[in-house]
């Protein structure tokens, strides 16, 4: 049964930064791309990045791009997200998916607050 829990949300300032913990069970993680999806309240989800088997190839959406890090530990079976830059605009539910279209099982979230 897969099993990811994501830690690491919390409060941060405009401009601030955050580092995103996705740890998984259940299956074997080296074998699955992963990606993190956010959603802010009252809106629909939003794929924020996606990360290849070995971590070789990433993908990110244009509003994050250059301010947020994605990348694996696969010995330790864990999925990271290091957010640079958080805007006031951003504060949400972060989850993990074990896919990289954001579609697939995920995790109950870690909320992120971005508040002066």
């Known amino acids: 049964q897969v099993q990811l829990v994501e830690s690491g949300g919390g409060m941060v300032q405009p401009g601030g930064a955050r580092r995103l913990s996705c740890a998984a069970s259940g299956f074997t993680f080296s074998n699955f791309m992963m990606s993190w999806v956010r959603q802010a309240p009252g809106k629909g989800p939003e794929w924020v990045s996606g990360?290849?088997?070995?971590?070789?190839?990433?993908y990110y959406a244009d509003s994050v791009k250059g301010r947020f890090t994605i990348f694996r530990d696969n010995a330790k079976n864990t999925l990271y997200l290091q957010m640079n830059s958080l805007k006031p605009e951003e504060p949400a539910l972060y989850y993990c998916?074990?896919?990289?279209?954001?579609?697939?099982?995920r995790g109950q979230g870690t909320q992120v607050t971005v508040s002066s």
């Open positions: 998916v074990s896919d990289f279209a954001g579609r697939g099982p």
């Open positions: 990360i290849s088997l070995s971590g070789t190839n990433i």
